[in-house]
């Protein structure tokens, strides 16, 4: 599936800006699966320096500092990107959840990437009520594809999908506790869940279809920046992206941005201002199927 990828991001503020650093998580990755035929990145003002390079998870990032007055900053990144992503495996035949946990506890081989992310992480601390309440999914040599199957649909059946409840910085307990948030929100506890029991997830940012394939159900937290869980199953299957807010498996419905250990690796827009007083912010997104 082909998409065009509009995404425009307006700060608007009340006094004049001298200086400006921003850190932009912006541009899709190019991955097995996800081919990136185009992408663009404009800001206005024009920064007065750029870099581009990639962060320690691999991701797209480039820096703008912008050493002149200024009450508006835009920035716009436009792309067209092919999305085919492998199926997963038969979930009966990966492996029982113990022993990818107890891989990723060793070590060694692809073992040692993914095992950093089964650590806490500033967003996502120790949480063990949110292990408690993946265990009913993940019983003694379960394969852990059943397992995360099971609790990508049960966070989908189980929480409301609520906007304005929560906010950038809600932890994971309160989201437990009101059963209610958004696709941030749902990611980031089935991560704590996940963590909890010793098993390695990321957060992974990017957008998805608005409109989906006719005869569907309509999908929650389209139109917007989406955010989903990559677990790992393995050494033998690797990664798997599942979506807890749509109960999807990620195959051509999304498109990657980037992934950390939690939002705050990924912002889109992160920076240090000198001014600029009060200010707003305004974000427009656009996926487009070609």
């Not at 500092?65 to 990966?94: I, Q």
């Not at 999914?137 to 989908?156: H, K, Q, V, W």
């Not at 939002?263 to 707003?280: A, E, K, M, N, T």
């Amino acid at each position: 599936m082909k998409y065009r990828v509009g995404h425009t991001t307006t700060y608007t503020y009340a006094d004049k800006v001298d200086l400006a650093s921003h850190m932009l998580h912006l541009a899709p990755r190019s991955l097995p699966g996800q081919i990136v035929l185009d992408a663009k990145l404009l800001a206005t003002p024009l920064p007065t320096r750029s870099h581009a390079a990639r962060d320690h998870f691999g991701n797209h990032v480039a820096w703008m500092f912008l050493d002149k007055p200024h009450d508006r900053f835009v920035v716009t990144v436009t792309a067209e990107v092919d999305v085919e992503f492998a199926a997963p495996p038969p979930a009966a035949e990966t492996m029982p959840w113990e022993q990818v946990a107890e891989a990723a506890r060793i070590g060694g081989g692809d073992s040692w990437a993914a095992a950093e992310f089964v650590f806490d992480s500033p967003m996502i601390p120790s949480e063990p009520n949110a292990g408690a309440y993946a265990a009913p999914s993940f019983p003694p040599g379960r394969p852990i594809l059943e397992c995360l199957l099971d609790l990508n649909a049960r966070i989908r059946r189980e929480f409301a999908f609520k906007s304005g409840v929560t906010t950038i910085n809600t932890p994971v307990a309160r989201v437990l506790a009101q059963r209610a948030g958004v696709c941030q929100d749902f990611t980031h506890l089935m991560i704590a869940a996940l963590r909890a029991l010793g098993l390695p997830a990321r957060y992974v940012s990017g957008y998805l279809r608005t409109k989906p394939p006719p005869g569907t159900i309509a999908r929650r937290g389209a139109d917007q920046s989406h955010a989903w869980v990559g677990a790992w199953m393995g050494p033998a299957h690797g990664w798997v992206d599942l979506d807890p807010t749509n109960n999807l498996v990620v195959r051509d419905e999304h498109v990657v941005l980037a992934w950390g250990r939690d939002y705050g690796d990924i912002s889109p827009v992160r920076g240090v201002i000198l001014g600029g007083g009060r200010h707003s912010v305004v974000v427009g997104v656009d996926l487009e199927a070609l």
